[in-house]
């Protein structure tokens, strides 16, 4: 396990140093530039030669940007990722700041999406060509193939603007919160997070739950599955430890490349629900150019891209103790 470890490893940094070189270059030869967008074309705001040349010496603007990379890896080495250009503050710290948002909505998405898509899964392959079975998975297919950002618009509509049950857009209420008891702020995260997870869920769920049926369904036509029946044991213990453990395996790849989406998040959905985490950042550095923020966030969705399948590996041998790294 642990030269495998190594390998990977060795594989990754290479991979990690592609990653990051190919999106700098993409980045610092998009149209515009963190100064020339400060200006937002009014001539008012408009900076001299002079001041223009300074704050690029000072932002690394001025040197071409191979050399810019350099500079940021040389950075980076140092476990420094810079200072954000627009918000003037580290890139670490800006980071940090939207993770919390973030983790909220998507893990407990991921955990609403585990516990509800593998008991359904089990069921519809217990359940399988019935009336009841049908009827579920029409409505699942249904839901998979609604648009997450459409089923946003709907909910905002009708939750919030017919009905008034909901918070359209935010985290928390930005008038009363601060006066809330702990109880209330609780509540008031709460009901602003209701429609974003629900959105954030769905889908999944609706994919996560057919994933499983259809492996179980591979499973149970298996010649042990045909033993274990022969010799008696219970339906149910069939389903549950023998055939639903042979459909972890690609179950656990699935959830180790889930973790890159932990912290990204869904950058539409954040968008349209105003929620202040990593898929909104994201999107407002790419548009203000702010180079050192995207590169921030490019090497933490590529480092838990990497991370993300190097658990799934290691939880092969964790589910099928066949499974050895030699």
Not at 127 to 139: F, I
Not at 191 to 209: D, I, R
Not at 279 to 306: A, C, Q, V
Request: with cysteine.
């Amino acid at each position: 396990m642990i030269n495998f470890l190594i390998r990977r490893l060795l594989i990754g940094v290479p991979t990690l140093i592609a990653i990051t070189f190919i999106v700098y270059a993409l980045i610092r030869n998009m149209p515009g530039t963190p100064l020339t967008l400060a200006e937002g074309g009014d001539p008012s705001r408009q900076m001299s030669k002079e001041d223009y040349d300074r704050l690029a010496r000072i932002y690394g603007l001025d040197k071409p940007w191979p050399q810019g990379y350099l500079v940021w890896a040389k950075s980076l080495a140092t476990f420094d990722m810079g200072r954000s250009i627009s918000r003037k503050e580290p890139v670490a710290t800006l980071i940090a700041s939207r993770m919390g948002p973030t983790l909220l909505l998507t893990i407990t998405s991921l955990i609403l999406t585990y516990l509800l898509a593998i008991p359904l899964g089990l069921w519809s392959t217990v359940r399988a060509d019935s009336l009841a079975e049908r009827t579920v998975s029409v409505g699942l297919y249904m839901l998979y193939s609604l648009p997450s950002f459409v089923a946003a618009l709907f909910l905002q509509i009708l939750l919030a603007v017919k009905l008034g049950w909901l918070p359209l857009f935010g985290l928390v209420d930005a008038q009363t919160h601060d006066s809330m008891s702990a109880l209330g702020k609780a509540w008031d995260v709460f009901l602003h997070s209701l429609m974003p997870v629900t959105c954030f869920t769905y889908g999944s769920l609706a994919y996560y739950s057919r994933f499983i049926k259809a492996n179980m369904e591979e499973a149970v036509r298996q010649d042990y599955i045909r033993t274990a029946r022969a010799k008696g044991v219970p339906p149910r213990q069939i389903i549950r430890k023998h055939a639903f453990r042979n459909t972890l395996i690609p179950l656990v790849t699935l959830m180790g490349l889930t973790l890159p989406s932990l912290l990204s998040g869904a950058i539409i959905l954040e968008r349209i629900f105003a929620w202040p985490g990593m898929g909104t950042l994201f999107f407002e550095s790419i548009h203000e150019r702010d180079y050192p923020t995207i590169m921030g966030l490019t090497l933490m969705f590529s480092s838990l891209t990497l991370l993300g399948q190097l658990l799934a590996d290691i939880l092969y041998a964790v589910v099928d103790p066949r499974v050895t790294y030699n």
